[in-house]
Structure formats: structure tokens, C-alpha cells
């Protein structure tokens, strides 16, 4: 059973920097075949896709996005990373990780609430 | 990218009556070479994160119920609860895994 859990700092300055770290158990990001994704939803909204790492270097990311996001694993420690840049108070939301064998997401993190305020 | 819809946004269905959530994608979600379709439909309880319930429009996904039932083909998909529990109150989102960016639909919120 693949177990997920998501951390960092709950409250970001405007323009800086938001970074997040998924230690994952249960399963490795260096095995290869599967995806491993940032998902976020913005309070009482729905989901939104931000990207993927998949055979521990292939990225893909959401275009709205632009080059603010960055996705990176540490295999050493089995931790999947997520860094966005230039936050604004629109970044403001759950961040999920969630991985699967395909397009979908069969596991699931329970969340981390990133909230972006002076 | 592709458009998700999900209708209705709300529906109330008396326990042990049927929900039925319907899903509409811009493009057809439809691959001919292996005749399946590249939809997934999640739960998602408060405070929860999302559950998977099917991919490829209609596989279920492990330990889901067999009231839960996906149905549908190239751009038109339901979600059918045939007898809904107390349980199964939640919001239930559409997403295409078909192409990237991958997106999901608005959600549509079950109640009692």
C-alpha cells in the first residue's frame, strides 16, 4: 500500500517562493513506472492538475503554469518535491501529491493547506 | 486543453434512490487502436482527499462498491449510484486521462 504525505510551510509571502516535499512510503520513486504528480485545489474549488515526474527525471507540467513550477525527487530519501515561484494569492490552496500507474491517481496524500498572505 | 463539464452541480436523491452525475469532455476521450476511453471519476469526501473510483470510463477500481457505475463513450459519460448510501454523500469529479495538461470537471456535490 502506497502511503503519502505531504509537508511544508502553511503560510507564504507574496512573490516568494513555495516549496513542498512528499516523503512517500510503500513504494519507490527510483523503480520507475510510475507517475508521480502535484495536484492543488483552491479552497472550496476543485482540482487542478499542476504536473508530473515519471522515471525519475521526466517532467511534464500544467502550461497555465508557465516556468514557475518545478518538480524533483530525492531517491535517497524517497521524497518527491514541488517548488513554484512568484507565488500571489491565487496559489493559495491544498496541495495534493498523488501517484499512478497511468494518467489517473490511484494514491493519494491527505493535503497540505499552502496559504499566500503577507 | 481539454474542457471538462459535469452536470449538475448539486443533486439531493433519497437513500437507496439512484444518482446520476453526467460528465461531457470538448474532445472525444475515445481511443480507437484499444477502444477505450481515457476517463477516471473520483469521491471526495470533507476534509478527504480524493478517492478513485473508475479509469477507462467503466474499470473499477479496487474495493469500490458495485452500486458505483461508470458508463459512457467518446465525449458523454455517467456516474450512476443505483442505491445511494449515507456513505456516499461527497463530491464526485469527472477527469480525462487522455492528454495533457490532464483536467478534471467542476465536481458535482451528492447529498442527502
Known amino acids: 500500500q502506497v502511503q503519502l504525505q505531504e509537508s511544508g510551510p502553511g503560510l507564504v509571502k507574496p512573490s516568494q517562493t513555495l516549496s513542498l516535499t512528499c516523503t512517500v512510503s510503500g513504494a519507490s520513486i527510483s523503480s520507475g513506472g510510475y507517475y508521480w504528480n502535484w495536484i492543488r485545489q483552491h479552497p472550496g474549488k476543485g482540482l487542478e492538475w499542476i504536473g508530473y515526474m515519471f522515471d525519475s527525471g521526466i517532467v511534464y507540467y500544467n502550461p497555465s503554469l508557465g516556468s514557475r513550477v518545478t518538480i524533483s525527487a530525492d531517491m535517497s530519501t524517497n521524497r518527491l518535491s514541488l517548488r513554484l515561484t512568484s507565488v500571489t494569492t491565487a496559489d493559495t490552496a491544498v496541495y495534493f501529491c498523488?501517484?499512478?500507474?497511468?494518467?489517473?491517481?490511484?494514491?493519494w496524500g491527505q493535503g497540505a493547506l499552502v496559504t499566500v498572505s503577507s | 486543453d481539454i474542457v471538462m463539464t459535469q452536470s449538475p452541480d448539486s443533486l439531493a436523491v433519497s437513500l437507496g434512490e439512484r444518482a446520476t452525475i453526467h460528465c461531457k469532455s470538448s474532445?472525444?476521450?475515445?481511443?480507437?487502436?484499444?477502444?477505450?476511453?481515457?476517463l477516471a471519476w473520483y469521491q471526495q469526501k470533507p476534509g478527504q482527499p480524493p478517492k478513485l473510483l473508475f479509469y477507462w470510463a467503466s474499470t473499477r477500481a479496487s474495493g469500490v462498491p458495485d452500486r458505483f457505475i461508470g458508463s459512457g463513450s467518446g465525449t458523454d459519460f455517467t456516474l450512476t449510484i443505483s442505491s445511494l448510501q449515507a456513505e456516499d454523500v461527497a463530491v464526485y469529479y469527472c477527469q480525462q486521462h487522455s492528454k495533457g495538461p490532464l483536467t478534471f470537471g467542476a465536481g458535482s456535490k451528492v447529498e442527502i
Open positions: 498523488a501517484v499512478g500507474e497511468e494518467y489517473w491517481f490511484d494514491y
Open positions: 474532445q472525444s476521450l475515445l481511443f480507437s487502436p484499444n477502444h477505450k476511453n481515457y
